[in-house]
């Protein structure tokens, strides 16, 4: 436990510096920003509304949600594998036995879940073109 309370607090310590290296940085390009658009903002823009060029529609929703579905999908084939074999009547090791099962049934539906995804953004962006 001790371990992982330091992997924890290192972790947190970079997050920290990294997170205010990133404001002071993103706090300088904004400012050159302004500076380098400051002649071509005039009233008349903000009358008529600011337009920004069309972004990409984002799948990262779509891939998060498929992946977790498919880690919980995982555990469920995981738990249904070691309830129906019952590995203690096979004289195997239980323990070993048990995470096998349980890491490899979460890494074969996380790796569903991430094909399906997969397959569903390709066929959205086939759809618009």
């Not at 992946?67 to 555990?75: D, E, S, Y």
Request: aromatic share 12%; net charge positive.
């Amino acid at each position: 436990m001790k371990e992982l309370m330091l992997v924890a607090n290192v972790a947190i310590v970079f997050g920290v510096v990294y997170k205010l290296f990133e404001l002071f940085v993103r706090r300088k390009e904004r400012m050159m920003f302004i500076e380098k658009m400051g002649d071509k903002l005039t009233p008349e823009i903000w009358k008529e509304g600011m337009s920004y060029p069309p972004c990409g529609f984002s799948f990262s929703a779509l891939r998060w949600g498929c992946l977790a579905l498919g880690l919980g999908f995982g555990l469920l084939m995981g738990y249904s594998i070691v309830y129906l074999t019952d590995p203690e009547a096979l004289g195997y090791r239980v323990s070993e036995t048990v995470s096998i099962i349980y890491g490899a049934s979460v890494l074969i539906g996380g790796g569903v879940g991430l094909i399906v995804s997969y397959v569903i953004e390709i066929c959205q962006r086939n759809k618009k073109n």
